[in-house]
């Protein structure tokens, strides 16, 4: 038996219910495992291009600057030393892959956990059809006032295909992400305080998690 749920149209007016999977929408969370993929989801951001020359890779030339004794001055090395300015450096970082593996099946438990989170709070939206008429700022604006999401909370729309008019309508808006389904994450499910589902969405993302 599944989970029933209101679906609204942009004018927050309601159209129909869907069933959502309780497979998928009313599963234990475990913190752990959400900070875990979420971590190595941030890892795998990382550049991890940082980098500096060891004493032996800077271009100097091995002499010793003056001898040891006799002059008065402590005792030196050559000039690629790491005590000296532009000489090499003792421990530097060097170019690395920060990436953190993490298996199909942890992925999907984490979103499902995510998006269970989301239900259970009262942050979820489902809307039946999320393209704006026209490309218009003030029309997007007004959408989020009605579902009252303008209030300074994040929020993150989930569409089932490429809809211009919303993304382009909702760009200069702060707080606010539009993704396609198949882009749905544990991270921005977690850092975006509402998530708003378009209902075909939502039978692509059970299909992808079961």
Known sequence: MGIKVDVYNLNKEKVSEIELNENIFNVPIKKHLLHFVVVAQLSAKRAGTACAKTRGEVIYSGRKLWRQKG??????GDAGSPIRV???VVFPPKPRDYTKKVNKKVKKAALK???TDKL????????DD?????????RFVE????FELNNGKKIVFVVSKEHE???KSSRNVP????????GLNVYDLLVYDFLVLEEPAVKSIEEALL
């Open 175 to 182: 707080n606010v992400k539009v993704l396609r389904w198949e």
């Open 120 to 127: 259970k709070n009262n942050a979820l939206f489902i809307i």
């Open 113 to 115: 956990m995510a998006l």
């Open 86 to 88: 532009g000489g090499g």
């Open 71 to 76: 002059t008065g001055r402590a005792r030196v």
């Open 130 to 138: 999320l393209e704006l008429p026209e490309i218009k700022t003030k």
């Open 143 to 146: 959408v989020l006032k009605r």
């Open 165 to 167: 008019n919303l993304e």
